[in-house]
């Protein structure tokens, strides 16, 4: 879990990080603080699926598709 989480954290510490260098300047480290939480979706939903690569229903193997 935390190899799944490092990368949106750190981009959400660089967003506080600007947030403080900035001097409170909201438009940059909104768009860093929404795109972590954007990552940390991606890698919590999507990246624990990326090494099933076989088909996602049963495949009949006495199916004949219908031919004109």
Same mark, same amino acid.
């Given at each position: 879990? $935390?190899? !799944?989480?490092a990368l949106p954290t750190l981009i959400a510490i660089v967003g &506080? $990080? !600007?947030?403080?260098a900035?001097?409170?300047e909201p438009a940059g480290s909104?768009?860093?603080l929404i795109f972590a939480a954007a990552m940390a979706v991606f890698m919590w939903v999507l990246l624990p699926t990326?090494?099933? &690569?076989g088909p996602?229903?049963?495949v009949d193997p006495d199916?004949?598709?219908k031919r004109r």
């Open positions: 879990m $935390i190899r !799944y989480l &506080v $990080i !600007y947030l403080w900035s001097h409170g909104a768009l860093l990326s090494n099933n &690569v996602t229903a049963p199916f004949e598709p």
